[in-house]
């Protein structure tokens, strides 16, 4: 058998409080394809910041019930979830909120990187012309996210 903690995992009772001790949060971010998994773990590894994959109910119905026994799934379906503006995120990262969902901001980031690419080439069909800058996007958005709202940069070390 497998040690979750082998894995990278951690018991997140710890984590979340680290977090609240620290006054930052745990970014909790949904995925749906393999670019925002890159995204999402390059983001993490380059702050060194703890993170919480989450698979959405609408992505578990959509994929593949055995890849995904496979992938790590944390946190529980949020419903009619909007994004919430930053500076509201910044103060809850701040107080006793030491996990925050974050999943709308990064559909947009990866859907504007798609648009962009078919408007300034529409005859492209290669995905990974259109995914590679779509993952890209979104990677500067975690980033964003850790450093500037969520403030878990660094706080790996810490887990």
Do not use: W
Not at 68 to 75: D, I, K, P, S, T
Not at 91 to 110: E, G, P, Q, T
Request: contains cysteine.
């Amino acid at each position: 058998m497998v040690n979750y903690k082998d894995l990278g995992l951690v018991n997140t009772r710890d984590m979340f409080a680290r977090a609240i001790n620290g006054g930052y949060a745990i970014p909790a971010f949904n995925f749906n394809n393999m670019e925002q998994m890159q995204a999402i773990i390059k983001a993490a590894v380059e702050t060194k910041s703890p993170v919480i994959l989450q698979v959405s109910k609408g992505a578990r119905n959509y994929a593949n019930a055995t890849l995904l026994r496979y992938m790590a799934q944390f946190g529980g379906a949020l419903k009619a979830a909007i994004g919430i503006p930053e500076e509201q995120l910044r103060k809850a990262a701040k107080s006793a909120v030491c996990k925050i969902n974050i999943d709308s901001d990064s559909r947009l980031a990866m859907t504007a990187a798609v648009r962009k690419v078919f408007a300034e080439k529409p005859a492209e069909f290669d995905p990974r012309k259109y995914l590679g800058p779509a993952r890209d996007n979104m990677e500067k958005l975690y980033k964003h996210k850790i450093i500037n709202v969520l403030g878990s940069d660094g706080k790996l070390v810490n887990c």
